[in-house]
């Protein structure tokens, strides 16, 4: 009699879209290892087939996040130029930042992760990402101000300032116009 072995039907990324989805639906502070391996219908230590320890998983989340984030910037700024370009891909940002709780949740607690090289690289494309729009340099103070500028007012948004949704944006978007704007005039007075 041949007993033929049960192929594991469990993998690295149904791993990670479980952790997500507990993210997601929980919070960050429900993502344990105990917990994931419940849900996965496995023992804990089944687990460590697929990642070293929770903070290991949480940099592949991450990681996964910030390439499906790169994915969705791509799509929604081709055929996009100039400062509707920009515009787009910060509103864009700011909107997958808002909605997603895995990469929200994760990112603005990077310090632990800060030295990731893996999370570092997909940083550095969605960079290359903006730096690739089509617009005058000279019109926008950088892109890394710009950047850094979405993702503080996304921390506040989601965590700090009580706004309606239209007054946040509202708000949002006239800083925007502020990081741009003051160059813009200056060159009109020329």
């Given at each position: 009699?041949i007993?033929?072995?049960?192929?594991?039907?469990?993998?690295?990324?149904?791993?990670?879209?479980?952790?997500?989805?507990?993210?997601?639906?929980?919070?960050?502070?429900e993502?344990?290892?105990?917990?994931?391996?419940?849900?996965?219908?496995?023992?804990?230590?089944s687990?460590y087939h697929?990642?070293?320890?929770?903070?290991?998983?949480?940099?592949?989340?991450c990681?996964n996040?910030?390439?499906?984030l790169?994915?969705?910037?791509?799509?929604?700024?081709?055929?996009?130029?100039?400062?509707?370009?920009?515009?787009?891909?910060a509103?864009e940002?700011r909107?997958?930042?808002?909605?997603?709780?895995?990469?929200?949740?994760?990112?603005?607690?990077?310090?632990?992760?800060?030295?990731?090289?893996?999370?570092?690289?997909e940083?550095?494309k969605?960079?290359?990402?903006?730096?690739?729009?089509?617009?005058?340099?000279?019109?926008?103070?950088?892109l890394?101000?710009?950047?850094?500028?979405?993702?503080?007012?996304?921390?506040?948004?989601?965590?700090?300032?009580?706004?309606?949704?239209?007054e946040?944006?509202?708000?949002?978007?006239?800083?925007?116009?502020?990081?741009?704007?003051?160059k813009?005039?200056?060159?009109?007075?020329?």
């Amino acid at each position: 009699m041949i007993i033929l072995a049960k192929k594991r039907a469990l993998d690295r990324s149904k791993v990670i879209d479980q952790a997500i989805a507990i993210i997601s639906d929980k919070g960050l502070s429900e993502l344990t290892m105990p917990a994931l391996a419940k849900a996965l219908g496995i023992r804990s230590q089944s687990l460590y087939h697929y990642v070293a320890n929770r903070n290991d998983l949480l940099v592949l989340v991450c990681v996964n996040r910030l390439q499906v984030l790169r994915q969705h910037l791509t799509k929604k700024i081709i055929g996009h130029s100039g400062l509707d370009a920009l515009f787009r891909f910060a509103d864009e940002i700011r909107d997958f930042l808002l909605h997603d709780k895995a990469i929200s949740g994760i990112y603005y607690g990077l310090n632990e992760y800060v030295q990731n090289e893996q999370i570092h690289e997909e940083v550095m494309k969605i960079v290359e990402l903006g730096e690739k729009l089509d617009v005058d340099n000279k019109n926008i103070v950088s892109l890394h101000s710009l950047l850094g500028a979405v993702l503080g007012y996304v921390f506040l948004d989601r965590y700090v300032i009580d706004e309606t949704e239209k007054e946040a944006d509202d708000n949002y978007h006239e800083m925007l116009l502020r990081l741009v704007a003051p160059k813009l005039q200056v060159e009109g007075t020329k």
